[in-house]
Structure formats: C-alpha cells, structure tokens
C-alpha cells in the first residue's frame, strides 16, 4: 500500500511559509513521489526555472539534491486561458464585494494571512485555519444572495465549480499514478484552500480502493 501526506500549502512566500520550511518537511518525510498542484504543460517550465516559481517549485528542485524522486503533476484540468482568466476576474469582483460589505470577513482574511505568516505550514495545516476558511465561504454565500446580482452569483459559481473539477482530476491522477507505480513514501502538496475538497474527493475512493493508498490527512506542519 502506498502512504501518502497531504501538506497544505501556499505558492507564495509569506513569513514562515517558505521553500526553507517546506524543504525541511520534506527531507522529514522523504517521499519517493512528490504529487504536485501544477498542469503537465507547465511541468518543464517549472523544473528549468524552479528558483523562479512558486515556493513549493523552489522547495522540491532543492529537494533532489537529497533524494532521487519521482514528481508527478496531477493539476491536469484543461481549460483555455482565455476562460479562466475570466473567472478569475469574475471572482475578484465577487471577493471585492464581499470584503468591503463584511468587516467579519474582512478580519478573518487578516487572521489567515497573519496566521500564515507567523506559524507558516503549521498553521496552514491546521483545524484553525480550515474553520475560518469554511466560515469566510459562508460569509460569501450570504453576501453574494442578498446583493441578487447575477452576475456575482455565476461568478462565484464557476468559481467553485472550477476548483471542484479541479480538485476531482488531481485525486483522480493520483490514483491512476498509484495504480501503475511502485513506491512506499509520497507527498501531495496542495494550496491550503484546497484541503476539505480534496478530502471529499478521497472519500469517494474508500470503499472501492481503500487497500490502494493510506492517507496521512492529520499532518500538522510541524517537522516529525
């Protein structure tokens, strides 16, 4: 059976959520495959220009100098640029009008990213940070259905709906690696935002393989 972690994670550097620390989690962990939250397109860009990319990129370039590794991009959801860029714009709207009518939301965006800077993986691993995340999406649906503008509620929508197909193809790849491959130890690294639905997704995999991985979801970003 292969042992997968979950570590939750951020692309950008923000305080102790660094490539230093995740590298440190990761020389702790030793994974023969490291799962990871990008498009197969962008894989060769992200291997040449590791130093350049995100800090998870940065962490598993270095982290070969330590280990021989196999890594596996799983973010294999194709839409065109064009189209999720207009989501995410459309998303950005539906954020602004939601800060600026919840002072509640507001503070707790503030308490995430503070949380994040000063206790870094730990934090964003944590029961604290999935509760105030869980609480800030019913603030945007509570917000958003009593504006009853349209447009907002398709943005936030397709917004979902993107980072559930999402979340759907990036477990379902790790499966279908998991089926083909052999190896004992492996890591997924996943924005923190993405934790409850990838757990959802996992779920649906427990009765008809739950002999193919064993999940670790209790990580707590701390070096074991």
Sequence with gaps: MHKITLVCSAHRENGLCNAEELLKILRAIKPEAVFEEIRPSDFDSYRKHGTKRSLEAQAITRYREFKSFQRVPVDRYDMPENLLAEIKRDFDCVFDCV??????????????????????????????????????????????????????????????????????????????YCRKNVFDTGVFLVGAAHKMGIVREIEKYANTEADLINWNFAYDGQIP
């Design 99 to 176: 800060a600026q009518a919840s002072q509640e939301y507001q503070l707790l965006d503030g308490k995430n990213d503070n949380g994040v800077h000063r206790c870094g993986f730990q934090y964003l691993n944590s029961v604290a940070f999935a509760t105030l995340t869980a609480r800030m999406s019913e603030i945007e649906d509570e917000i958003i259905s009593k504006t009853g503008n349209q447009d907002l509620n398709r943005g936030l929508e397709r917004w979902r709906q993107l980072n559930q197909s999402r979340e759907m193809e990036m477990v379902g790849n790790i499966y279908e």
